[in-house]
């Protein structure tokens, strides 16, 4: 494992569930990589896909995107 890795690892609680603000402000104490790092974010909405006034679309738009 490398020391960045090290370092990130010892900054983040596996079993935690951290708030979307906390998540961020650590991400972005981090040590960067060397390379164009991602992020991807996952949400459950418990919405059911068969019932048409539960279906979710939309779209955003990214700065420098």
Do not use: C
């Not at 490398?2 to 603000?21: A, I």
């Not at 990589?33 to 992020?39: I, N």
């Amino acid at each position: 494992m490398s020391k960045r890795r090290k370092q990130f690892e010892k900054m983040v609680d596996k079993n935690k569930t951290y708030k979307l603000e906390e998540a961020v402000s650590i991400l972005k104490k981090t040590p960067p990589a060397k390379f164009d790092e991602t992020v991807e974010l996952a949400f459950n909405l418990n919405a059911d896909h068969k019932q048409s006034d539960q279906m979710v679309r939309g779209t955003v738009t990214l700065p420098h995107g």
